[in-house]
């Protein structure tokens, strides 16, 4: 009975760490969290008060298919202030989260068989979307040795084969690295040269703690860019994202959002307009507060033996290098939430290149952090040294 389709589609691994760990909670066991990439932070205040004003206003029925105007021409006027480029209003489609806007995407875009370069490691769904879609995921390796930056070689290589589409994502989840200038704007021209399209998620835009992050729309207009509201703003269950596209993509995709999701949440618009417009003090105490707590866990990781050649300096990740402790990174990872009380991301669930890593989310408290460090302390200090996989 169930289709054929989902035979290809791979569990996310972080979130079966992640109700494992409830479960243990639920038996009154203190677990804590470095595995899920969810903001600890409120909403916004000015984000919840508009929410509440647009119910009590009853402003509550379908908006417009491609999202309120006024919010694109908002996210719109955000690229000018922000990055220096214009995008025109009507190219902004709103999408019920940055997932949606994928699903909208890749079914627009993807025909059976299609070749999408994704980079390897990468965020655990981009493949699933891509398989769902009908399309044939391509990885291009990434290296710890590299800063794990996206090699121009490759990924040439890898498109003068006949690719599609490519996604790239800057801050990166899992490695927090951000790409540079010079590498996104040959990623842009290789693109060109060989007709694939570039999808650009930028979910994690704003929280970038050293240099400048750079939306692919300044080197390409020829580019599909993806980006939401739940990291950057802490509106994770508002599920509101939005996407820019090619003007030749947005009819097809507006034909697919009537029919998938009718329009994007209401209420959510309204308060995503607070979020633009008058969040700035408190985004700006949340980024501060990141950028403290990268600072101190990358140094602590590294004195309790992982491998960060290069800090991150984007999201809320840090990707360690574990294989002094296992090559296993899923039964690893089980074995220190059990023995540890620790909940954190296997490396394999970001793909091949990252097996024998562990990622360490920071999207927590600097006291539970610390905490976290500590337990990981005690424990490897008795795990015995031949308990490798």
């Known amino acids: 009975m169930i289709s054929k389709k989902l035979a290809h589609i791979t569990p996310f691994i972080v979130m079966e760490i992640l109700e494992r760990a409830q479960a243990m909670e639920a038996n009154g066991e203190h677990i804590i969290h470095m595995e899920i990439g969810e903001p600890d932070f409120p909403t916004p205040g000015p984000v919840q008060e508009a929410a509440l004003e647009t119910i009590r206003a009853d402003r509550t029925k379908y908006t417009h298919s491609l999202g309120l105007p006024q919010l694109r021409e908002r996210i719109s006027k955000h690229y000018t202030d922000e990055y220096g480029v214009h995008v025109d209003p009507e190219r902004v489609i709103v999408t019920t989260g940055s997932s949606g806007g994928m699903l909208l995407v890749f079914s627009a875009l993807i025909d ?68 540079t200038a010079p590498v996104m704007a040959d990623l842009a021209k290789t693109a060109t040269d060989n007709d694939v399209l570039i999808l650009s998620d930028e979910i994690y835009h704003g929280m970038v703690y050293e240099g400048h992050g750079h939306t692919m729309l300044e080197f390409t207009d020829e580019v599909v860019v993806i980006n939401g509201f739940s990291k950057f703003y802490a509106m994770t269950g508002w599920r509101l994202g939005w996407i820019i596209v090619p003007p030749g993509l947005v009819r097809p995709i507006q034909t697919l959002q009537q029919n998938l999701f009718i329009s994007p949440p209401t209420i959510s618009q309204e308060a995503a307009l607070a979020a633009l417009s008058d969040s700035r003090v408190e985004l700006e105490r949340m980024t501060k507060l990141y950028d403290e707590r990268r600072r101190w866990l990358v140094p602590r990781l590294r004195d309790l033996g992982f491998g960060i050649p290069i800090a991150p300096t984007g999201a809320f990740y840090v990707l360690a290098n574990a294989k002094h402790l296992s090559t296993d990174s899923y039964s690893l990872a089980l074995e220190i939430l059990r023995d540890a009380k620790v909940a954190v991301t296997p490396g394999i669930d970001f793909g091949s ?11 927590n408290s600097l006291a539970e952090l610390r905490e976290g460090c500590n337990r990981l302390e005690a424990w490897l200090k008795q795990r015995p040294p031949t308990n490798k996989a």
């Open 353 to 363: 290149a990252a097996e024998g890593y562990l990622r360490f989310s920071y999207a």
């Open 112 to 179: 059976q068989g299609d070749r999408v370069l994704i980079t390897d490691p990468c965020y655990p769904c981009y493949p699933n979307f891509i398989k769902l879609a009908g399309g044939v995921p391509e990885y291009v390796p990434m290296g710890e040795d590299e800063g794990w930056q996206i090699d121009s070689k490759r990924f040439s290589d890898a498109a003068a084969k006949g690719a599609k589409a490519a996604v790239i994502n800057s801050p990166a989840n899992p490695t927090g690295v951000v790409l």
